[in-house]
């Protein structure tokens, strides 16, 4: 039972974070948070909570979690939080308590080592460079002491490398009770563990993934848990209606061709044309690739786009995969690797016949044009889902015992009753707290809005970001950081800043994508600590949130527009003629609160400890000019404001002072 005297007392003056952790404060927000967290798991129903940055809203719902006595689920927005959770802030809490429970880590099947993968992995055509055989060689020592599998123990060992799909399984290729490493499966031990423990940290891919196909454990584990604690929920949404959806690419069927042509010439060699099989699959991948040109970046466009052709393109997908289907049906019980292809074409059959049909009511169709092409067509929110297959299931499933499910993150709406998330995620009628920040952002950090400066569509804008970012990283020694709304902008900043770095041996140049994201985090940090060479980084997408620069690392944010989704968008504009058919404003009640939350969140970056300081650039004059824009404005943190070019060059000057330094 939570009693928030118990809570109070941990984090009271005289209590075990105080009397253990160095860096520990009492705060009066995180206590009011911790109490919350602790009487909605007490009493049940549904909390959300909006942290301000520096509240420390992971003990606050941590501690009441660990002193519940409850069994608890702990979905997070990223694999990064979910490993900093289970291998560093559960398990310090559990000894400060003093409370002994089993916790476990899950994550998707993709995160561990496939030891049946592992034995073909050097035999497969996609391995044909040096580095890559050298990489697989460390994966193979590793995979002799591993106990997890949990492949994010290899170092350097990024998700995007091209050995993933090698050494992991998936849904579609997994031989199951028939794998011969079966006794000895990682992910087996993993869900074992989870549905074992008192504290199960996932995330929430694994959630949405889990309730779409009941494949990874988390659906067998819900009913048994009595609090759902959801961090950084922003992102809810926008994954939950990922993977509630369904997708099916040209990379797909190329994958499968592959698999067809290799597993089946090991297992019915000459049985079948397979090489001919495979090959009228692969044509029929190639002519959906064809359709639209090569894209560096995957770019989303409306269904219409396809045109009429598109639906004969589909049948004749669907017509190869029957022949092949049809081969394997008479050779499918020789074989589990054959049974598994044969299922897979099934699978595949069965996406392309959704994909020939009419787009149903309530969702939305569109296609991600890249290297590769994807149709996709998903629910518009998570609202529906949400109440009728996870509360209402899970109230059913405990019998009214009160089941409570918490919702935080630093940045959940622009409005007092964060309407944003309460609607697209069918939380109506749940509590909602804002907790404010402890920081002192007048005096820590400053915002400059540029008054004279290139429209965000002018083709000049992007040329006067990068030289506003150098100009500040030369009076800074670096530590300069730069989002951008979309990769475009990215690319074309990065190359003016190189082009006008060239000969300046004092900076470095890093921009995402050409390292992996952490690697470019630790060398940026790594300038931070030099005074004789510092550091720019350019970065979009990810970068926006989930990364901490504390202390000196980062002392000019510079972000190039407000982050508005792109107009086409076809998911945003279903999303808005669904609004205005309820009679609602799509700005208002869409566009707006998405830009508010993105903002917050890149902007979130500068100030990470009390002690940080800071100057956030955001060079779109419409920030200041527009109703819209000071609607936003007025969402930011309560920084001091920049109102001329004099007082922005005199903030930077005071960064650089040794007086500033030794104050931080």
């Not at 959704?354 to 994807?374: H, K, N, S």
């Not at 901490?548 to 808005?576: H, Y």
């Amino acid at each position: 039972m939570v009693e928030n005297q118990a809570v109070a007392a941990a984090f009271g003056i005289g209590g075990p974070l105080a009397a253990s952790v160095p860096e520990y404060r009492p705060r009066e927000g995180q206590l009011q948070m911790a109490q919350a967290v602790a009487q909605v798991i007490e009493q049940g129903g549904k909390l959300i909570v909006e942290a301000g940055t520096g509240v420390g809203k992971t003990y606050a719902y941590l501690v009441p979690a660990l002193l519940s006595g409850k069994r608890v689920l702990v979905s997070t927005a990223t694999k990064a939080l979910q490993d900093q959770l289970f291998g560093r802030d559960i398990p310090r809490l559990r000894e400060l308590l003093g409370v002994s429970l089993r916790v476990a880590l899950l994550k998707g099947r993709g995160s561990y080592l496939c030891l049946h993968h592992l034995e073909s992995a050097r035999q497969d055509w996609r391995l044909d460079d040096g580095r890559a055989l050298h990489q697989l060689a460390r994966i193979e020592s590793w995979a002799h002491a591993t106990q997890t599998g949990d492949l994010s123990e290899v170092e350097a060992l990024d998700d995007s490398s091209p050995l993933m799909p090698l050494v992991t399984s998936t849904r579609e290729n997994c031989l199951g009770a028939r794998c011969s490493q079966f006794s000895r499966c990682f992910v087996n031990t993993a869900r074992r563990e989870a549905l074992a423990a008192d504290l199960v940290v996932i995330n929430h891919h694994l959630f949405f993934a889990d309730l779409n196909v009941r494949e990874s454990g988390v659906a067998e584990l819900l009913p048994s848990v009595h609090t759902v604690i959801f961090d950084e929920a922003h992102q809810l949404n926008e994954i939950g209606v990922q993977f509630l959806g369904r997708q099916l690419g040209s990379g797909q069927l190329s994958n499968y061709a592959r698999d067809l042509e290799r597993v089946a010439q090991v297992h019915a060699r000459g049985l079948a044309p397979w090489p001919e099989l495979a090959q009228a699959i692969e044509q029929g991948a190639e002519a959906l690739r064809s359709r639209f040109p090569v894209q560096d970046a995957a770019v989303r466009m409306e269904w219409r786009v396809v045109g009429e052709r598109w639906n004969d393109f589909l049948q004749a997908c669907q017509a190869s995969m029957a022949h092949a289907h049809d081969a394997l049906d008479m050779l499918a019980e020789t074989a589990p690797e054959l049974q598994v292809l044969q299922q897979r074409c099934g699978d595949l059959m069965e996406q392309l016949q959704l994909f020939l049909q009419p787009i149903p009511p309530g969702a939305v169709r569109w296609l991600e044009v890249g290297r590769q092409v994807r149709m996709l067509q998903s629910p518009m929110d998570i609202s529906l889902a949400m109440q009728t297959r996870v509360f209402a299931q899970q109230e059913d499933a405990t019998a009214g015992a009160g089941k409570s499910w918490i919702f935080t993150s630093a940045t959940l709406g622009h409005d007092a009753g964060l309407s944003w998330i309460v609607e697209s995620c069918g939380l109506a009628g749940a509590h909602v707290l804002k907790v404010p920040s402890p920081f002192d952002y007048a005096r820590q950090a400053a915002l400059y809005v540029p008054s004279h400066f290139p429209k965000p569509g002018d083709a000049s804008h992007s040329h006067a970001v990068a030289q506003l970012a150098l100009e500040g990283a030369r009076q800074l020694g670096g530590r300069t950081l730069v989002l951008t709304t979309t990769l475009r902008a990215m690319r074309t900043i990065g190359d003016a800043l190189a082009t006008a770095m060239q000969g300046h041996a004092d900076l470095e140049l890093l921009v995402q994508g050409v390292l992996p994201k952490r690697e470019l985090l630790s060398r940026f940090l790594q300038y931070a600590e030099d005074r004789q060479r510092g550091a720019i980084l350019v970065a979009s997408a990810t970068f926006w949130e989930g990364i901490d620069m504390p202390g000196e690392a980062l002392q000019l944010l510079v972000i190039d527009k407000l982050p508005f989704t792109p107009p086409d968008d076809p998911v945003l504009q279903a999303r808005s003629k669904s609004l205005e058919s309820q009679g609602k404003n799509p700005f208002k009640h869409l566009h707006l609160p998405q830009a508010a939350v993105a903002l917050r969140q890149g902007a979130g970056r500068l100030i990470r400890r009390e002690s940080d300081q800071g100057v956030l650039v955001v060079c779109d004059t419409r920030l200041t000019q527009m109703g819209y824009g000071r609607q936003l404005l007025a969402t930011l943190p309560a920084m001091r404001r920049l109102n001329s070019e004099a007082d922005y060059r005199q903030a930077l000057e005071a960064l650089t002072r040794a007086s500033t330094k030794d104050h931080c």
